[in-house]
């Protein structure tokens, strides 16, 4: 047992780096114009073992806007529990202030104004500096990718991931765990693990469907800092579900909490002193998991994107999030003696563009790898008026550019669009490259589809989705956030069980309420089907765009949550 | 999201669950009841029901009980037409008292398994299988 004193003191180290009375400095800091590197990178940590966590950065080499979500919620025992929480709760928790530098890079609101002001977050190059930062003041440092990391750009998807596969193997990334990755195909995913990767690629939780036994690599262990870790690697429970599982047809994923015990069992039975699971379960999914599996130490959690600035502990186990896009790294220093993690520092390190400065090898090899693709991403398509975003339970606004093109190039009376949390913002006034496009669709079932479908089935459809985000047991959760739709306007009442949750369907062009034996015309994208016949979305976005000029977007207000009326 | 003629049907079949849900869980009842003989039914402390949470392809799903000592196991899909999936006996001489073997589910349901233990009683173990449309993950 981790007394609660030492993590209190753990607290207190992290909010360091601020000054003396937590997070709040930030923001006088940032007046202050002191945002510096080594205030961003800290001091080095009090423990023996170092671990560096980066995760769900979705190919994004390049510095971008990442707007966090403004609805996020928790059901269950996750309710109103970080991270579901949003604005001004999340600011309060932490003690953010108001416009402060962490208040841009944690939460949503003056979004726009706040990115002016701070700039631009992540870019590979500048995580790389960070990461040489850590391992000049820990030369033993485990760094560790979390998964999503080969897909979500152009590039990325014109390589098959080999891009990313060659810029994390540079960055030294000493293991690594699975989503995305598998929608490569498992030919691919095959040949990169046999040629190209230089680590371990971790999955406890993945079967061999035909003989339901261990596919892939449970766990890989190091030794530093005298002591033994293990890493155990989980993959997304619900691959096959979420994704299409034709890509990897002999593969089974899940859960698999017994599993996930017994490789913990065998970590410590092998002399692990600190076990440590690389996680793509989703935040909630691992909070059950910290609950219900005793001898984890600390979870790496990936999947849902989120970001906090401090460790939630479940017992006796420490769950980190370290957000997506590259907008931030986590460094872990864990206190090991005596056979046992005896304390934890945690330091949530924003990767602001503008301040860490790119390290230069790291910025050539990046370059070498958008080098042919340069005339393609650059080419700017239009303009936008909006701030367009998409993480968030409900449809963002980019959500709604890509339903808008799909009901116009497509024709159709209802488009639906998946809940990805994946994708890069783009601020007022900026131009709409080919990359932003891709960085909003890049992935390898792109086919815009045009079908029939009808009422009541497509009431089906979204309490089926709905039901998958808003289960209060997390682990029959499957996966995205609520589908986005266009042309058609709902209610949702979160706290239902499946089948009740959504009422009050409309056609939005004629403002009828859905009938449930009249067929609609849908169009849509990323069918899990085989087969799935359709143009690939990012031309029917540019296309769109194309005839718009510049787009404008209004905040979408077609999808009621019940408590709100 | 787009959905083949073939899943869109299953889906009906699997709509049309909610309807006689109660009708077939009384068929679950009396399945256990002809199992037991009528006797009372303990949760479980010395049988394991392994099923996934949420069902891969709902056509084929991999489930698993272990009870060590027991004389025999049934296992029942409770939301399925036919809730019975079989009856495992277990002899004397057999090493360990567990099986596995994949089912069909025609929607979301409880997989449900009780077991005859080696002294008389019977304990029963439940969970939940979800059977989703899928998709829109990530």
Known sequence: MIPRRHFLQAGLAASALWGTSGFGNWSRLAAQQSLTQEGLIGESGSGNVTLIHITDIHAQTQPIWFREPSINLGVGQAEGQPPHLTGKAFRQLYGIDDGSALDYALTYEDFTALAREYGRMGGLDRIATVVKAIRAQSPEAILLDGGDTWQGSLPAHRTQGADMVHLFNALGAEAMTSHWEFTLGIERVTEIIESELQMPFLGANIFDAMWDEPAYEAMTSFERGGTKIAVIGQAFPYLPIANPSWMFPDLSFGVRQERMASVVQEARDGGAEVVVVLSHNGFDVDRKMAADVPGIDVILTGHTHDALPEPVQIGETFLIASGSHGKFVSRVDLDVRDGRMQGLEHRLIPIFSDVIAPDPEMTALVEETRAPFKEELTEEIGKTDSLLYRRGNFNGTWDDLICDALLEQRDAEIALSPGFRWGASLLPGDPITREDIFNATAMSYPAAYRNEMSGEMLKIVLEDVADNLFNPDPYYQQGGDMVRVGGLGYRIDIMQKQGDRISDMVLLASGEAIDPSRNYVIAGWASVNEGTEGPPIWNVVEAHIRDRGTVSVAENTTVALKSEN | ?138
Do not use: H
């Open chain 2, 1 to 138: 999201m787009y959905l083949s003629r073939r899943q869109t049907m299953a889906l009906g079949t699997a709509a049309l669950v909610f309807g006689p849900r109660i009708a077939w869980a009384t068929a679950t009842d009396d399945a256990i009841a002809e199992f037991t003989g009528g006797a009372d039914v303990a949760e479980a402390t010395g049988l394991t029901l392994t099923a996934p949470e949420i069902a891969e392809n709902g056509n084929t799903v991999p489930i698993e009980v272990d009870a060590p000592g027991a004389e025999s196991i049934i296992v029942l899909a409770s939301g399925n037409p036919n809730p019975d999936v079989g009856t495992f006996a277990f002899g004397p001489l057999a090493a360990s008292q567990m099986a596995s073997t994949r089912i069909r589910l025609a929607g979301t349901q409880d997989v449900v398994a009780v077991a005859k233990m080696a002294d008389g009683t019977f304990q029963r173990a439940s969970q939940e299988v979800k059977v989703t449309i899928g998709g829109c993950g990530g």
